[in-house]
């Protein structure tokens, strides 16, 4: 059975300062793994995935996401927050076609 | 390229009154599609899933149902709405193959007053 666990369903960072999103997950067999974005009243979005090519996922606005066996974690980071980012945040596995989201975290970006 | 309609984008309804919201996908066949409710400050609940037309799998007992009438399309129904049904609704379609994620449509934020 698969899993996924976010710790800290809000977090509130500066503008500029390290965002860092937990995620942690569980599965029986080699996981693809997701996150997702969602701004206010809007349909969540793909920010990046691994499938199972490089452990470090990045994408072109700044996010990052490293893949971590050992830890069984996909945490979502970004060097410096803009207040764009604040929006909701989505962790999700996928394994032997079952598809399991987390609870989200909301994210703030302080002036 | 594959989209996803989903509409209306907002509704307010009376308690008691029917309801049918209403997805479609293109550029794809025979997708997986999905209805999930987020409650407000919750996470996302998946209500029902389809593998094919007609088929339909509920994942939680409650006022609500689904029809899936042709490949593409998915429909969320309520006979008579509770207060409880408020929420924000997702469609979302994926390919069997877990690695390609899920695709969500932009969702209808419900009301019922």
């Known amino acids: 059975a698969q899993s996924v666990t976010q710790l800290g369903s809000h977090v509130s960072v500066s503008e500029g300062a390290l965002v860092l999103l937990r995620c942690n997950y569980s599965s029986s067999v080699p996981p693809y793994l997701f996150w997702y974005v969602q701004y206010p009243n809007q349909g969540l979005q793909l920010l990046l995935k691994y499938t199972s090519a490089a452990t470090l996922v990045k994408v072109i606005n700044g996010f990052e996401a490293e893949f971590k066996k050992s830890e069984t974690s996909f945490h979502l980071t970004k060097p410096s927050a803009h207040m764009s980012d604040a929006a909701e945040y989505f962790c999700?596995?996928?394994?032997?076609?079952?598809?399991?989201f987390g609870t989200g975290t909301s994210l703030t970006v302080n002036p | 390229s594959q989209t996803i309609h989903q509409w209306p984008a907002t509704l307010v309804q009376p308690v008691g009154s029917p309801l049918s919201l209403e997805c479609t996908v293109e550029?794809?066949?025979?997708?997986?599609l999905y209805w999930y409710r987020q409650a407000a400050g919750r996470g996302l609940q998946l209500l029902f899933y389809?593998?094919?037309?007609?088929?339909i799998s509920s994942e939680v007992p409650q006022n609500l149902s689904a029809s899936r009438p042709q490949d593409r399309q998915f429909i969320l129904s309520s006979k008579k709405l509770l207060l409880s049904d408020s929420g924000f609704y997702l469609c979302?379609?994926?390919?069997?193959?877990?690695?390609?994620?899920?695709?969500f449509g932009s969702g209808t934020r419900l009301t019922v007053v």
């Open positions: 999700a596995v996928s394994a032997s076609n079952q598809f399991y």
């Open positions: 550029g794809t066949s025979n997708p997986n």
């Open positions: 979302a379609w994926s390919v069997l193959a877990g690695g390609y994620g899920y695709t």
């Open positions: 389809s593998v094919g037309i007609g088929q």
